[in-house]
């Protein structure tokens, strides 16, 4: 998963449209970070900095103890707005689309494993 995000510049892109403060980990890095923990130890960010002790990634990041925390994660969540997640979506599908060489001529949109989880037999407004 690490190669991949970095073969999509995911924490560049990220810091690009949200830098954030220059203080700590990017938020680019910060979310990621907290995406690779969901990934290798599915459990809340309160345990985050000891989990991410006993990975490899802590050779692959300078990080400190403060620095994942979960008020640390919200702060850096502050900042991806709506505006800037779909910013962060249209660079990270410009990239893929070069990086991986696709033919946009033909777009197909697959729902046929849509599930709302609506009951829809229920009286609601």
């Not at 893929?96 to 060489?101: G, N």
Request: proline share 2%; hydrophobic share 40%; with cysteine.
């Amino acid at each position: 998963m690490l190669s991949m995000a970095r073969r999509l510049r995911l924490v560049e892109i990220v810091y690009a449209v949200a830098p954030g403060r220059d203080q700590g980990l990017t938020v680019g890095t910060s979310m990621l970070l907290a995406v690779l923990h969901r990934v290798l130890a599915s459990c809340s960010k309160a345990p985050w900095h000891e989990g991410f002790r006993r990975t490899a990634l802590y050779h692959d990041f300078s990080v400190r103890e403060g620095d994942l925390r979960s008020q640390r994660f919200w702060d850096h969540r502050g900042y991806l707005t709506g505006d800037r997640v779909r910013e962060v979506e249209r660079r990270l599908a410009q990239h893929m689309a070069v990086e991986f060489d696709w033919d946009l001529s033909t777009v197909v949109y697959d729902a046929t494993n849509f599930y709302p989880g609506i009951d829809t037999q229920t009286a609601s407004t």
